[in-house]
């Protein structure tokens, strides 16, 4: 059996040089527990939204490898007052 964690950590806020809009850094820590078949690899959607919009503003998908070793870029830069899902 195989237990796959995926821990959203948000950063505190700061603001972003030039913007002068506050910002949060949001990081996907992926933690994989017991024997994984070799080559195998996991991803993790992530959907940012302003709750005054319905649409999604911001989609971005996350890849990690057999030891939840990220193989992609793991963290982005979001504004302040986004909800990511």
Avoid: W
């Avoid at 237990?3 to 820590?29: D, E, M, Y």
């Avoid at 992926?30 to 911001?58: A, H, M, R, W, Y």
């Avoid at 971005?60 to 963290?75: K, L, V």
């Amino acid at each position: 059996m195989v237990l796959a964690t995926v821990l959203a950590v948000l950063g505190v806020s700061s603001v972003a040089a030039g913007q002068g809009f506050p910002t949060n850094t949001f990081i996907i820590v992926k933690q994989v527990e017991g024997p994984v078949p070799e080559g195998v690899t996991f991803s993790v959607d992530v959907e940012c939204f302003n709750p005054t919009i319905p649409d999604p503003i911001l989609h971005r998908t996350f890849t990690y490898d057999a030891t939840g070793a990220a193989t992609s870029e793991n963290s982005l830069t979001i504004f302040a007052g986004m909800i990511a899902s």
